[in-house]
T-cell receptor, first 113, second 114 residues
Framework: AQSVTQLDSHVSVSEGTPVLLRCNYSSSYSPSLFWYVQHPNKGLQLLLKYTSAATLVKGINGFEAEFKKSETSFHLTKPSAHMSDAAEYFC???????????FGSGTRLSIRP | ETGVTQSPTHLIKTRGQQVTLRCSSQSGHNTVSWYQQALGQGPQFIFQYYREEENGRGNFPPRFSGLQFPNYSSELNVNALELDDSALYLCAYGAGGSSNYGYTFGSGTRLTVV
């Protein structure tokens, strides 16, 4: 069985400071992991994905995430927040043998001027 | 623009009615999945189609059904609508019948059941 837990429902940071959005997962198989972003009234956009290659994954807009199997974590980071980063972020786990993907409950990121 | 088109963008239906939502992609990708996103929640996987066959399903009742056509466009049908079916419905396209490559999402159809 698969599951994903986003540890913070809301994160607020000042513009120019680092961002950390936390995600823990559970999977019976070697998982694929993703981060998606959803801006208000917009569809979901893929930020980055881990599919058993390099454990440090770089995505779009300066985001990156590190797969840590020992901690079952896949936290999303960005060195310096920008106002345009304000959005809802979803961590997603996929198990190809089940042909389905499981979304976390989301983390709302707010950026203070 | 993602190249994934959903129609209609908004819809209001009465409890007990049936609804059909549509999705298409310019990409030629052969795998399409559907999700229900209730207000303030993450998307919930409904089902996935690969080359016109359902190859994965989430915890949704049989009154949620789908189709994929030879041109890879897709429909989501919901019968006997309930108030709790009010949500944003998202479709997403990928490749290869697997979810491991990531998906491209449409902007969704906002369904309101009254």
């Amino acid at each position: 069985a698969q599951s994903v837990t986003q540890l913070d429902s809301h994160v607020s940071v000042s513009e120019g400071t680092p961002v950390l959005l936390r995600c823990n997962y559970s999977s019976s198989y070697s998982p694929s992991l993703f981060w998606y972003v959803q801006h208000p009234n917009k569809g979901l956009q893929l930020l980055l994905k881990y599919t058993s290659a390099a454990t440090l994954v770089k995505g779009i807009n300066g985001f990156e995430a590190e797969f840590k199997k020992s901690e079952t974590s896949f936290h999303l980071t960005k060195p310096s927040a920008h106002m345009s980063d304000a959005a809802e972020y979803f961590c997603v786990v996929s198990d190809s043998s089940a042909s389905k993907i499981i979304f976390g409950s989301g983390t709302r990121l707010s950026i203070r001027p | 623009e993602t190249g994934v088109t959903q129609s209609p963008t908004h819809l209001i239906k009465t409890r007990g009615q049936q609804v059909t939502l549509r999705c298409s992609s310019q990409s030629g990708h052969n795998t399409v999945s559907w999700y229900q996103q209730a207000l303030g929640q993450g998307p919930q996987f409904i089902f996935q189609y690969y080359r016109e066959e359902e190859n994965g399903r989430g915890n949704f009742p049989p009154r949620f059904s789908g189709l994929q056509f030879p041109n890879y466009s897709s429909e989501l049908n919901v019968n006997a609508l309930e108030l709790d079916d009010s949500a944003l419905y998202l479709c997403a396209y990928g490749a290869g019948g697997s979810s491991n490559y990531g998906y491209t999402f449409g902007s969704g159809t906002r369904l309101t059941v009254v």
